[in-house]
């Protein structure tokens, strides 16, 4: 399942990153890498951004960006 299909309050297991480097790398600063567990903690409407809480950092990810990482709903 992938990231843009959770809601608030869902939490997950990130199973992979299926981006480009540039974007992989950003995301890994803040600690979205493989094996992590995030939280929804907020989404617009029509899922265009998204925040997520993972390791106790709040990051904003646009709708594109959240399609490609694939989860495990916990």
């Given at each position: 399942?992938?990231?843009?299909?959770?809601?608030?309050?869902?939490?997950?297991?990130?199973?992979?990153?299926?981006?480009?480097?540039?974007?992989?790398?950003?995301?890994?600063?803040?600690?979205?890498?493989?094996g992590?567990?995030?939280?929804?903690?907020?989404?617009?409407?029509?899922?265009?951004?998204?925040?997520i809480l993972?390791?106790?950092?709040l990051?904003?990810?646009?709708?594109?960006?959240?399609?490609?990482i694939?989860?495990?709903k916990?």
């Amino acid at each position: 399942m992938k990231l843009l299909e959770l809601h608030k309050g869902d939490r997950a297991l990130i199973k992979k990153v299926d981006t480009d480097e540039a974007l992989k790398t950003r995301l890994a600063s803040f600690g979205v890498v493989r094996g992590s567990e995030l939280t929804v903690e907020a989404c617009s409407i029509g899922k265009q951004t998204m925040e997520i809480l993972v390791d106790g950092t709040l990051i904003g990810l646009r709708g594109e960006e959240a399609e490609k990482i694939e989860v495990e709903k916990l």
